[in-house]
């Protein structure tokens, strides 16, 4: 596997990205990770760019033992120069910053170690088209290295040592604008390193399963929330997998969940996937305490306290049972859908002061319970958990579903939560959601969903005058929910969403169509 060290690139996380899709298993650390601590062997290791400048004396650095272990090395940017700063080279600020598009030309320097970077590579007459994004250049080859690529603005644009496994690229082979860097990592991988690259789903699962049951024993017992989303059904499948019924599942019913949510979470987990699974019908707890509240974070609030309120007390119920029953082990672990980029988040590097931060859990679940965490998705990627839930038989409709917030459709309802504002609400996004997936639209949109507006309108239907609510349609695409664009409906699915919405849901007379990006709107209205 690779190793990843991370200098705080905004592109840290795509080198992790492409080897995943090389299919080779990494992990990426902060760049102050100490090899003697490593636990593991990589058979390669790759520095990433940085923000940073390596000869600004609050520079970060790799410990010197990176470079004598014996595995091969590749520096990207930043790494590249710090590669070259340490090996008596010299790197200096570049008269203009370079950043955009460029084309490389691969220079054959006959030298079989320098040469298997670009070896398999084919460059038509232009080059390979790259993307830089950089204000330092080396200014200096350092000893016994060569150009393994040039641009006519700088001759070294990739370099390699003669005898040693130590190479450096100044171009961000693992962006997208790069339209074949995946190649150069994959040489890098591939050629260099020697690793052919098994690692795939279908590898992952007995791995994952193995590595459970040896965490939780023989009779260790671990309960977890499912809500019905990718994530925790995922994860809760291939907890019953590796333990079967010592995996508690409990999902809490807010009265805040979609259309039959709770009916359907539990037919799906339950009858198609054999989770153990408990549904506490919580609705009525919630709605009294949402009476009168229409501050959308007091709204969270509640419903993230009585949250934890209920699941607590459905995990001592079975904490009991199970002290009841002599087979049984107590209830040692909590699941938690926990993905890779929030492990990166919590990992990498932020500068040579930040403190790292811890992974944000259900609400302090694991403080009160003194429970210790199982997270089987903390290497994968969403698209990895969809491939992974598809291979574990999860239907098809809900390993790609939108993603739904946890308040529910509490800060979906404008204004005072009361059970008919929820029915009214839950038909008319019943709707919208069926129409865009007749429409074929729905893995187009990251997230579709109504919200009800606190304004009655005018209307007319039949000889009657009407004065009903009005609902606002959403959806947005987007890579990761901090800037989204507003979707492009075809008219004629807009029509007949309205039109049934308005026909058959009781107390909307109008529908209207949120054409705002974020920023400066949200996803959500509240
Ligand atoms: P915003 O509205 O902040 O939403 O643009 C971005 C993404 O986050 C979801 N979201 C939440 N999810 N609890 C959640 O679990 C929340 O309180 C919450 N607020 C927003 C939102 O649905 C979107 O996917």
Redesign the pocket.
């Known amino acids: 596997s690779i190793l990843i060290l991370d200098f705080g690139s905004q592109y840290s996380h795509l080198i992790t990205r492409r080897c995943r899709e090389l299919n080779v298993y990494c992990e990426m650390l902060p760049c102050t990770q100490k090899m003697a601590d490593l636990k593991w062997k990589p058979k390669g290791i790759i520095l990433s760019g940085s923000p940073y400048s390596v000869y600004a004396p609050d520079a970060p650095h790799v410990d010197p033992a990176v470079f004598t272990a014996g595995v091969p090395v590749l520096g990207i940017c930043y790494g590249l120069q710090e590669i070259a700063s340490t090996h008596g080279g010299k790197v200096e600020a570049h008269t203009h910053r370079e950043y955009g598009s460029a084309h490389i030309q691969v220079v054959k320097t006959g030298n079989k170690n320098a040469d298997a970077l670009f070896e398999g590579i084919e460059a038509g007459p232009e080059g390979i088209q790259v993307w830089m994004s950089h204000g330092d250049q080396l200014a200096s080859l350092p000893p016994n290295f060569l150009t393994v690529a040039s641009t006519p603005t700088s001759p070294w644009t990739a370099i390699a040592h003669e005898s040693q496994q130590i190479y450096g690229v100044q171009f961000h082979p693992e962006v997208t604008h790069s339209p074949r860097g995946k190649e150069v990592i994959g040489a890098f991988v591939h050629n260099v390193c020697g690793i052919k690259g098994g690692w795939s789903m279908e590898t992952f699962i007995p791995k994952e399963i193995a590595r459970i049951r040896e965490i939780c024993g023989d009779k260790g017992q671990v309960i977890g929330a499912v809500s019905g989303g990718v994530d925790s059904s995922v994860a809760a499948k291939i907890m019953h997998e590796a333990i079967g019924d010592r995996f508690h599942a409990i999902m809490v019913d807010n009265g805040v969940l979609r259309l039959d949510e709770a009916k359907k979470v539990k037919k799906m987990l339950v009858e198609d996937l054999g989770v153990n699974l408990t549904v506490v019908d919580a609705s009525d707890l919630f709605l009294e305490r949402l009476q009168g509240v229409e501050d959308p974070e007091k709204k ?1 609030k509640i419903i993230g306290n009585t949250f934890i309120e209920v699941f607590e007390a459905e995990a001592a119920k079975i904490e009991e049972t199970c002290a009841a029953d002599k087979s049984k082990g107590p209830i040692e672990w909590l699941l938690q859908g926990t993905l890779y980029p929030d492990v990166i988040e919590s990992i990498s590097f932020k500068g040579p002061s930040a403190t790292i931060k811890t992974h944000h859990n259900v609400g302090g679940l694991l403080d009160d319970m003194k429970l210790k965490l199982i997270e089987p998705l903390r290497e994968l990627f969403k698209d990895e958990v969809r491939a992974l839930g598809r291979l574990l038989g999860i239907p098809a409709h809900l390993v790609g579903r939108h ?5 529910g459709l509490a ?1 979906r309802i404008l204004g005072e939560v009361t059970r008919d504002q929820i029915k009214i609400l839950q038909l008319a996004d019943e709707i919208y959601i069926e129409e865009i997936r007749a429409a074929g639209l729905y893995d187009q949109i990251s ?1 579709a969903f109504a919200a009800l507006l606190p304004v009655k309108a005018v209307g007319v239907m039949g000889d009657a005058r009407t004065y009903e609510q009005v609902v606002a349609l959403r959806a947005v695409s987007t890579e990761d ?1 901090m800037t ?1 664009d507003w979707f492009v409906f075809p008219p004629q699915v807009l029509k007949k969403i309205s039109s049934r919405i308005t026909n058959e849901v009781r107390g909307i007379n109008r529908v209207t169509y949120d054409i705002t990006s ?1 920023p400066p709107g ?3 209205w509240l």
Not at 403 to 407: E, I, L, N, T, V
């Open positions: 969270r993603p739904f917030p946890g308040p800060i997230q929910f989204a974020k949200t996803v959500e």
